[in-house]
């Protein structure tokens, strides 16, 4: 079956800009994650979503950064007046129950983001 | 404040000789451990976890370790092959922390035919 899936694969901005990265998590899969992976260092958990709702968003750096999961299954991240240290790949997982041990995320192959 | 270290970045080894891997961690509530494997432009591959009421979990040639007094626990692969050549992350999670995963920084193993 269909993994998690992340568009676009690639994305080189400009400064200032405005950016929005798209998850297709594992169908059926109530939870989905965020990560946000820096060259050289593991993944960085940013915002974890319990169906529509933002169960947990302390890992989002700063308020430029804000994700949205209107109908429980695709999530858009936005990162507004992006800075060259947003720089990094962004990942998105799922799994196909929130709050229980032995639940596995399931990752995308992630978002290269590039601010200039 | 790296919750979660993988001290060595590199690892090198010969097949059908044992990979081990090594992670320490620091935060003491961490009570669910996980391996995951990365290839280059894809996302990481879940690999085996354990709880910490282990100290032991197998499933194939993939072993994890669990040491809570020293909060040091161990990935063994053996025997090693050429296509396990990857980044190797250790991640931690908390019950009371909820779903979120710590990583640590990766380690790159190279598998030599």
């Known amino acids: 079956g269909a993994g998690v899936s992340q568009t676009p694969s690639n994305k080189v901005t400009e400064k200032g800009k405005y950016v929005e990265l798209r998850c297709d998590p594992i169908s059926g899969h109530t939870a989905l994650y965020w990560y946000r992976q820096s060259l050289g260092q593991g993944p960085e958990f940013l915002i974890y979503?319990?169906?529509?709702?933002?169960?947990?968003d302390s890992g989002l750096p700063n308020d430029r950064f804000f994700a949205v999961r209107p109908e429980g299954s695709v999530s858009t991240l936005k990162i507004q007046r992006t800075e060259r240290g947003d720089s990094a790949v962004y990942l998105c997982a799922s799994s196909s129950r929130g709050g229980v041990r032995g639940n596995e995320q399931f990752f995308g192959p992630g978002t290269r983001l590039t601010v200039l | 404040d790296q919750q979660v270290k993988q001290n060595s970045p590199s690892l090198s080894v010969q097949e059908g000789r044992i990979s081990i891997l090594n992670c320490d961690y620091t935060n003491s509530m961490f009570d669910y451990f996980l391996w995951y494997k990365k290839y280059p432009a894809e996302g990481p591959t879940f690999l085996i976890s354990i709880s910490s009421i282990k100290d032991k979990n197998e499933d194939g040639r993939f072993t994890v370790f669990l040491n809570k007094s020293a909060k040091h626990l161990s990935l063994h692969i053996v025997p090693s092959q050429p296509g396990d050549s990857a980044v190797y992350f250790c991640?931690?999670?908390?019950?009371?922390?909820?779903?979120?995963?710590?990583f640590g920084a990766g380690t790159i193993l190279r598998v030599k035919s």
């Open positions: 991640a931690a999670s908390a019950q009371e922390y909820g779903n979120k995963l710590v």
């Open positions: 979503f319990q169906g529509t709702g933002a169960a947990d």
